[in-house]
């Protein structure tokens, strides 16, 4: 442990950095709580911390409780990357057991943020894949996973571009269902393959909010029970879009 404590200032700005980068990477509530406690604890200090969806709001107390850093971040839309998540634990162990100091954990910080994302293309074809396998899954053949396949990369495409242009995440996920749910509804309508309501019914379970409703449930049973509903909602928000790229799917081709 350390006993020389570094600048309060410093530690309050790389606790609030780390909690948004968890937040913003798919970590659970409790997650993020026991991370920056564990390094608040490793640098020397004790904190009280509020977690809402969206900002993170950190106060560093002095044994004598004295007030040393109090400060407000507002955390970026919520994403998924497993890698920055299990490379902050790690690094919240290193600051506990090993000392690390402020200076040591920007500069792991910073690699954690570089870290290449896998190219565009394998993430397309994967993901393809998998709505493939989902199709075989339900009983569905050759013709109409290549279906499902074809219809997850242009949705999962759509969804990207819409992204990069900024429109709201949930007006995003619709795009891509209705895209997804467009090229599989055509190979339903002209009976392509012997079961093509396979490949329709499988080609947007990509979009599933799996990662939202998980926290969700973990976060109510920590007790974090408005982190908890505004997950569950935005999960709901989520599949409510996906139902609605559908429904205009359906409502186009009259099936």
């Not at 809402?52 to 007030?67: G, N, S």
């Not at 500069?107 to 293309?121: A, I, Q, T, V």
């Amino acid at each position: 442990m350390n006993i020389l404590k570094e600048d309060a200032q410093l530690v309050g700005a790389i606790l609030l950095d780390v909690g948004a980068s968890l937040m913003s990477s798919g970590a659970s509530t409790h997650r993020t709580r026991i991370t920056l406690e564990r390094m608040a604890k490793g640098l020397g200090y004790g904190i009280e911390l509020l977690i809402t969806q969206r900002a993170l709001m950190l106060t560093i107390i002095e044994k004598d409780q004295q007030y040393l850093f109090s400060r407000l971040k507002r955390t970026s839309p919520h994403g998924v990357n497993f890698r920055v998540v299990s490379g902050i634990s790690h690094l919240s162990w290193n600051v506990y057991e090993q000392d690390w100091t402020v200076a040591q954990i920007t500069e792991e910080l910073l690699r954690l943020k570089s870290l290449p994302h896998y190219p565009r293309l394998i993430i397309l074809g994967m993901v393809g894949l998998a709505g493939a396998a989902f199709c075989r899954i339900f009983g569905g053949g050759y013709t109409e996973m290549t279906v499902a396949f074809i219809a997850t990369v242009a949705g999962l495409f759509v969804r990207q571009e819409a992204t990069k242009v900024r429109f709201n995440p949930y007006i995003c996920v619709y795009f891509a269902a209705f895209t997804a749910s467009m090229i599989a509804g055509l190979a339903e309508h002209f009976q392509i393959g012997a079961d093509p309501e396979k490949a329709f019914a499988t080609s947007v379970l990509f979009l599933v909010p799996g990662v939202p409703l998980i926290n969700s449930v973990t976060d109510l049973m920590d007790g974090n029970i408005q982190n908890g509903i505004v997950r569950a909602m935005n999960g709901l928000m989520i599949a409510f879009s996906i139902a609605m790229g559908l429904y205009s799917a359906k409502m186009i081709l009259n099936f």
